[in-house]
């Protein structure tokens, strides 16, 4: 007997946040994984605007690794207040070495990665231009 689609995953247990289904040995709330790491995204960086927190502060107070917060500086998902040229993190830009507040390049530096995609793009399609009637005389 073939059951009908609705009826298959009835008594799946379910993240309630997102639909997903969940394994049945799982054992947290009723919430999956992604879910979790988005709400506590959400957590931090409320934090982060409310307080005048470093990434130890931040890893402390939601007693996650520092690597984690970092990484989310890294990403650009995160930024913490300062003043104008002053930054609270030790990053650093990945191509010239100045000191960042977030993200893997400087703004110049990121600015230069975006004229050479471009450039390069430009040259790719100058190649491959065709000409319509290439020889023929008018």
């Known amino acids: 007997m073939l059951a009908r689609s609705g009826e298959l ?4 247990p379910r993240c309630t946040q997102c ?6 040995v799982y054992e947290e709330d009723d919430i999956c994984p ?3 790491e988005a709400n506590l995204f959400a957590e931090v ?5 409310e307080n005048e927190v470093r990434e130890l502060d931040v890893a402390e107070h ?5 690597a984690k917060v970092r990484k989310w500086i890294r990403e650009g998902r995160i930024q913490y207040k300062g003043e104008a040229g002053k930054t ?7 191509i010239c070495g100045k000191p960042i507040e977030f993200g893997t390049l400087c703004p ?11 450039a390069q793009q430009y040259a790719e ?3 491959e231009m065709r000409f319509i009637n290439k020889g023929k005389k008018f």
């Open 19 to 24: 639909g997903r289904i969940l394994p049945d």
């Open 62 to 66: 939601f007693n996650i690794p520092i």
């Open 45 to 49: 960086k409320d934090f982060i605007r």
């Open 88 to 94: 609270i993190s030790s990053i650093y830009c990945q």
């Open 108 to 118: 110049e530096c990121h600015r230069l990665q975006g004229l050479k995609i471009v």
């Open 9 to 12: 995953f009835v008594d799946t």
């Open 34 to 36: 992604s879910c979790r």
């Open 125 to 127: 399609q100058k190649s």
